[in-house]
């Protein structure tokens, strides 16, 4: 019995972990929103250099996430990582695809003989920010909506989606949701922009951008939240395992866990908050990114926490529901567990160290003249 | 249900060819970033020492050039981390117990260190004190290093699988004990010599270019100065790398006798077994057929005996002894492996069917069967003994190629650190031809490098873990034509990346550093 609950608590803890990369993950990717937008907010060369080299000193930071995110699911809920990454084959190769052309774009733009040329390095990082972010969020709407797959006896896989995963995007309510983190991760990196650069021209289109990325993001993200509070849900009888479907199952699980009503509502009002200061503020308010960013981590912390928690199945299956993944029946062993924790315990000094090198970097804003100072590593 | 003996086998070989071409692209640039990062460190160290902005000069230059590097491997090394998912699911599922806590340390200490301390040694250098800027450099250096010990661990694992226990109720291994995963023989030789062999790869590397700049007759303090440290750091990691490999094939010989006996193409074992210096095997031969295994060979008696069990007169399994099984020495015939690893695959079924019936006694006999039969799983997925046989040439050759290759740095590093340390390396007569084998040695550290990765991971085929499971059973079940595309896909993108990579690389060395000498405050 003791066992039982510290397993289940153990469960919990690392559900816990992987939604605060989650999270984390969903506000870096303003990098990715960024990258999106050299073009619109930058008219000149230089422009279009400060916003690159703007973005480039972060771009490892969502990366790495990225990959922990990754490594913390195969660690602590192996049978997610195996049916997913090995069911929904092409959603993610497609995603990674986005991602492995990230990295060197941001090397190799700018330097002589790079075979390429410029605009193709600047292509690769527009298709990393579109595909990154709208299918990571198409990927954490199945959470909601369900897969195709089936597991045998020996646990290993197969799917039943026509196009290897890609098939989710054409499920409406992921698609909301990846549209959502789309703009989301726009107006994260304008705020960003606003926080990081000081240069007049780029300030007043990141304004004027600001407000064209809100209103989508406003009318996807409405859309996505409704939808969820009245869909059903996929439920999971804590005695006897077994799956099925109960209506207005995430509204419940919101109810009956308060604690995440309070932080999704904070989580809402920060994001906006920061967006309409940013907007309506006469002086430049550069502190949004803080305000919008710590929102953004608290409403995807809340939507991974009732995807997981409170008997909730966190990655249906649509061909046998009792296939579905939960925390329990998906998670490593209890060893495994515990082990991992131990080492968990040195995140928070990793937070600490990446906040300190983070200062360090951005405390002086990035100017024409540091970009043109062949002194520097610039991108 | 997939039942894995009809898997296509076309899908595990194009699932092979991905996972081994994206491992290889990788492992293009994991050396130098290793290596070249404490290099780097250790002249930065210098100029924070003297002050010396000639030191400062050196270490952006290095540094420039790491930071091409650099991206294409993080780019490369994101899908190998996801790849163990897409394309090999039923081992991640089989391994994943063990696998994944090694990469999520490898996340949480490694990669964060090194991301974090990497943008505060590009860009902090007008923004922080010397000596944290030489902090960051070293975290930097330590964090690279850290990144790779976790994945090797999960490597040294698959080759040589401790720790755990399978669950058949889950149908994976649990893990028992972490410290003998973490410290396991296989893993720590593993993690070490291939670790080392990176400090060979980037010394080599600083080495050759420096060696352009002195053909040149540029660059002669900066080329004299790199050469010194590297010429040191590299002469010490290829001792260690000798060192490691031994103990590392002294743990292929006892946990892995199939590869070793590829490595060193013996067919039939025996006493006294013998070490082949060069030799050319004979295409004609099989573990079937009574034909020479070699065409032409110069070997030592007994070398091998001795090296691995330091008795020059001892056993040393050979391809045949472990197809056909040899009594004398305890070795079984692979078909009697086969036949009990079918047993184990069938109990585990039968134990499943029980147990869903809830009939006890049936399930209690079932898993009696499973457990006697357990340490032969994997052999119930292969279809003939002669399966178990790796492609013995690719791992002759390129083990045979690593090691002289090998030799050869050891007298590179000698000569070149001698020159420059009694400085005469810019004031020889023979100077052109030295130069030249000094850039022509670069592809050569490469080459040797990845051949290394060539022997342990063709020589472990048809394992993915040893004994437990075949690679044809741990695939993912997808149509061979989504991977087909996916490698083609692969094969242009690293390809595309690597050209541009080089481009840039020549291009950024045939510059140098572009401030003068002895500026750049």
Known sequence: MINEISLLFFQQYWWLIVSVLGAALVFLLFVQGGQT??????????????????????????????????????????????????????????????????????????????????????????????????????????????????????????????????????????????????????????????????????????????????????????????????????????TSGIVSMQSFKYLNNLLQMPVLIIIFVLGVVGVLYGILNSIFSKKIYDKGIWFAGIGTFLVVLTLFLIAGYNNTAFYPSLHNINDSLTIQNASSSLYTLKTMSIVSLLVPFVIAYIVFAWRLINKKKITEDEINDKNEHTY | MMTLLNIDPSLVDWSRAQFALTAMYHWIFVPITLGILFIIAIMETRYVKTGDPEWKRITKFWMKLFGVNFAIGVATGIILEFEFGTNWSNYSWFVGDIFGAPLAIEGIMAFFLESTFIAIMFFGWNKVSKKMHLTATWLTALGANLSALWILVANGWMQYPVGMAFNPETARNEMLNFWDVFLSPVAVNKFLHTITSGYVVAAIFVIGVSSYFLLRKREVLLAKRSIIISGVFGLMAIFAVIFTGHGSAVQVAQKQPMKLAAMEGLYKGGESAELIGIGILNPKKDVNNQEKPFLFKIGFKGVLSYLINFDKNSFVAG????????????????????????????????????????????????????????????????????????????????????????????????????????????????????FI?????????????????????????????????????????????????????????????????????????????????????
């Not at chain 2, 595309?485 to 045939?510: C, D, G, Q, Y």
Request: charged share 15%; hydrophobic share 50%.
């Open chain 2, 437 to 521: 084998l000094g850039i022509i040695t670069i592809p050569m550290s490469f080459i040797s490098s990845e051949l290394g990765w060539v022997v342990a991971e063709v020589g472990r085929q048809p394992w993915v873990v040893q004994d437990l499971l075949t690679v044809s059973a741990g695939v993912t079940d997808i149509s061979s034509a989504s991977v087909q595309t996916t490698f083609w896909i692969f094969a242009f993108i690293f390809t595309a990346l690597l050209i541009a990579e080089v481009s840039i690389m020549t291009r950024m060395i045939k510059t140098g550093p572009k401030t003068k000498e002895g500026g750049n405050k």
């Open chain 1, 37 to 238: 937008l050299i073009y619109q907010i930058g008219k000149t060369e230089t422009e279009r250099n400060i916003i690159v080299n703007t973005l480039g000193r972060k771009w490892e930071f969502t990366f790495t996430t990225l990959v922990t995110f990754g490594g913390a699911f195969f660690a602590s809920f192996p049978l997610f990582y195996s049916s997913s990454f090995g069911g929904a084959y092409w959603l993610w190769i497609t995603i990674l695809l986005a991602f492995t052309i990230q990295a060197v774009s941001y090397e190799f733009r700018s330097k002589p003989n790079n075979v390429l040329g410029k605009k193709t390095f600047e292509i690769m990082l527009f298709i990393n920010g579109l595909f990154g972010t709208v299918l990571l969020g198409v990927v954490v709407g199945t959470l909601f909506n369900g897969v195709p797959f089936e597991l045998d006896s020996l646990n290993r896989v197969s799917w039943h989606g026509s196009a290897r995963g890609l098939e989710a995007i054409l499920n409406l309510h992921n698609l909301s949701l990846g549209l959502t983190v789309f703009f989301l991760a726009r107006i994260l990196a304008i705020l960003y922009f606003i926080n990081s650069i000081e240069q007049i021209d780029i300030l007043k289109r990141s304004k004027k951008h600001l407000i064209y990325n809100t209103i989508p993001f406003i009318v996807f993200f409405l859309s996505f939240v409704i939808y969820l509070l009245i869909k059903d849900g996929f439920a999971v009888d804590p």
């Open chain 2, 319 to 434: 391809v045949e002894d472990l197809v056909h099984g040899n009594p004398e020495f305890g070795i079984l015939p692979a078909q009697e492996r086969i036949n009990r690893g079918k047993l184990a695959i069938h109990s585990l079924k039968e134990y499943k069917k029980a147990l869903k019936h809830e009939d006890k006694t049936s399930a209690n006999m079932h898993l009696k069967t499973f457990e006697k039969n357990f340490e032969h799983l994997g052999y119930g997925y292969l279809e003939k003994p002669e399966d178990i046989v790796p492609n013995v040439s690719l791992v002759f050759y390129s083990f045979h190629i690593m090691v002289i290759f090998g030799t050869f740095f050891v007298l590179v590093f000698a000569v070149f650190l001698w020159l420059s340390m009694t400085n005469k390396i810019d004031k020889l007569k023979w100077g052109k031809p030295l």
